[in-house]
């Protein structure tokens, strides 16, 4: 009889617990491929996630590390204190756009620009799912929501913001990539993005961040399947793929390296900078 051979397996960074996740959405998703990672990098024992408030606040019973939940868009600060107390650990956020981009915008830039060694996973559905379904920062121009019922007018509600193309600007960034999950050779590019940013905190280079545009099929009121073709349509031209900020690839070990060389004109920082 030929041998059982395993090809699938719930990662050990998961419970049990089936989510609460509408059908179709891709929080799920997002959440095997981080636990997978933290699996194979052999952390499972020593992770430490911090869950936002948005529909995945239930984070912290479907991964089996250690958890701690942070009021709204707080969850940069909060890992910022487990990371600088416990340095060892694998400290990462999962937070929504609305959690990372509106009402926890200043945490975010300011752990970014700090140069925090945490992760952060920003699942990107350009609205605020858990409430109902109002417009976001990342909501689409004409993308109607709940608040913006005739379509998000810039004129009044201005632009989307792109956190990527944002937080590479800032020198405390050592990786910023952005990537999907619409189909299958996307995903294993997603699981790559978010192994790649955990390794990099574990070796020190500095902050990092994996924003994964995903859909929520409930809010925009879509079927899953029609829900992926707005979002290649849709939410791709607005917000490319790609890396936006990898320090190694620049030629640096870490984010610190990367900015005093940066500053190689101005004595006083390149004279004194630790
Ligand atoms: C201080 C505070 N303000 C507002 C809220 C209401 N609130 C809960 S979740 C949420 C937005 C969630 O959207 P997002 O972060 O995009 O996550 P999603 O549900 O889309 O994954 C808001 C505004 C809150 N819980 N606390
Ligand atoms: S409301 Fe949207 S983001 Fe929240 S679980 Fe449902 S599909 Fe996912
Ligand atoms: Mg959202």
Redesign the pocket.
Known sequence: MAEEQVVFERPKTLTTKPT???P????GIVHRLVAESIDELGKGGDAVGVAPV??SVLAYDYFSCDMIEAAHGRAPSVATAVKRVHPENLVFSYQ?DGDLASIGMAETVHAATRGENITVIF?N?A?Y??TG?QMAPTTLPNQVTQTSPYGRNTKEAGYPVRICELLATLDGVAYAERVTIDKPASVRKAKKAIKKAFEYQMEGRGYTIVEIV???????GMTPKDAIGWLEENMLPYYPLGVYRDCVEEGFETAAEAALARAKDVPIVTGGVA
């Open positions: 609460h996740y509408c179709g959405c891709a929080h948005g529909c929504g699942y559905n609205i799912g858990m379904g995903g859909t929520c099929p409930t809010n925009w």
